[in-house]
Structures are given as structure tokens and as C-alpha cells.
């Protein structure tokens, strides 16, 4: 076995940042979002997909996909938010295996409640810490490690877009 291609220093340091600048604004952002809204990060997550989708909803594996969790972690999110009346289950009329998960009433006043307080926490937590050539880096460094990724998902043979994953997982639980 070969020794592992280890991280300098520089590239520890790199690595070892990026996770902790994540894990702090991110979860600093849903403490306050919890506080102010009594939103999860789990609930905007859904929100957010839902209320972006034509007519407020999607398939569960479209949601799945979009909020790139497992299917028992989303199963469980929805029955929580359903019970909260923030979300729906539909059955879809072109596949009786199907659900379709819809924003409510009480899901639309969530999300339009809670979307200005999150872009602020993001603005103030996130961007008002960087100048605007640090913003172009990181944009050019996303699109860099994604296109990686992607790459390594085609010639794996690894799905990479919704488009790719059936609906199998698409049942009604």
C-alpha cells in the first residue's frame, strides 16, 4: 500500500478553515433563525426547495435531490413539518407510488417571514466580512471543485443532476 499523498501545512490550515468557517456561519445563521423564527435549518432547507418550485411543490425525490439528504432524514423532516401544518403530502395522479410534497398556507407566511431574516444573517455573518475580489475568488473556487466533482461523477458513472435519479424512492411512506 502506498502512503497517502498527506496535506502541508498551508493546505491543512486551507482545509481545516474552510470546514470551520462552515460549521461557525452556518450554524450561527440557524441558531438565529431558530430564535427568531422557530425555523429549523432542516425546515428552511424544504422551505426554501418548495417555495422555489412551480406552484410551491415537487416530488419527494425531486426534494431529496435538492436538499441532498437521505431518504429517511427527508421522510422524517416531512412528517415533522406536516405536522406543524408548514407542508403537504399529495399523491401524484401519474404514478399511485408517487408523492408530491406542497408549501401550505402557513408554509408560504413561514418562508416569506424567514427568507429577509436568513439573506441578512448571510449578508452580515458571511459577505460583509469580504471585499468583493474575495467574493470573485470564492465564486471562482466553487465553480472550480464542483466542475471536479461533476467530472468525477460522469466518468464514475455516479448520478449528478435530478434528472438522473429515478423515482423509485418517490413512494408514499
Not at 76 to 81: G, L, V
Not at 148 to 163: Q, Y
Request: charged share 25%; net charge negative.
Amino acid at each position: 500500500m502506498t502512503d497517502p499523498a498527506w496535506l502541508d501545512d498551508r493546505e491543512q490550515r486551507a482545509w481545516r478553515g474552510f470546514l470551520a468557517v462552515n460549521a461557525a456561519v452556518r450554524g450561527r445563521i440557524a441558531r438565529q433563525l431558530q430564535q427568531e423564527t422557530g425555523l429549523s435549518s432542516a425546515d428552511y432547507a424544504v422551505l426554501v426547495s418548495l417555495s422555489e418550485a412551480p406552484g410551491g411543490r415537487l416530488r419527494v425525490f425531486q426534494l431529496r435531490v435538492a436538499a441532498d439528504w437521505e431518504k429517511t432524514r427527508l421522510t422524517h423532516q416531512i412528517t415533522r413539518m406536516t405536522s406543524r401544518g408548514l407542508v403537504a403530502r399529495e399523491p401524484c395522479a401519474d404514478d399511485p407510488r408517487g408523492a408530491f410534497v406542497v408549501l401550505t398556507e402557513a408554509g408560504w407566511e413561514a418562508i416569506t417571514a424567514a427568507a429577509p431574516r436568513h439573506v441578512g444573517h448571510v449578508r452580515h455573518w458571511f459577505f460583509d466580512a469580504l471585499r468583493p475580489e474575495q467574493v470573485e475568488a470564492l465564486l471562482d473556487i466553487n465553480d472550480t471543485v464542483l466542475g471536479h466533482l461533476r467530472e468525477a461523477d460522469r466518468t464514475m458513472g455516479v448520478p449528478c443532476s435530478p434528472c438522473d435519479v429515478p423515482p423509485c424512492d418517490d413512494v408514499l411512506p
